[in-house]
């Protein structure tokens, strides 16, 4: 060996598998229209709660 020389293992740890796992990470659930149709339809429901002022005693 000389010296300095930066020797890389011949078996080293093997590297993490990184590729994407689709069918791992996916869950099945609501598309996003879905969850937009689901938010407006929300907050169209309470802009529609009527406010009702309490008669005042005088």
């Known amino acids: ?3 300095g020389l930066i ?3 011949e078996q080293g ?3 993490a598998d ?3 796992r ?3 990470s996916k869950k099945a659930g609501k598309s996003l229209k879905q969850k937009r149709a689901d938010k407006a339809a929300k907050a169209e429901a309470k802009s529609k709660i009527e406010i009702i002022p309490t008669p005042k005693k005088r």
């Open 18 to 20: 990184k590729s994407p």
């Open 13 to 15: 740890a093997a590297m």
């Open 7 to 9: 020797r890389l293992p």
């Open 22 to 24: 689709q069918h791992l």
């Open 1 to 3: 060996m000389h010296k």
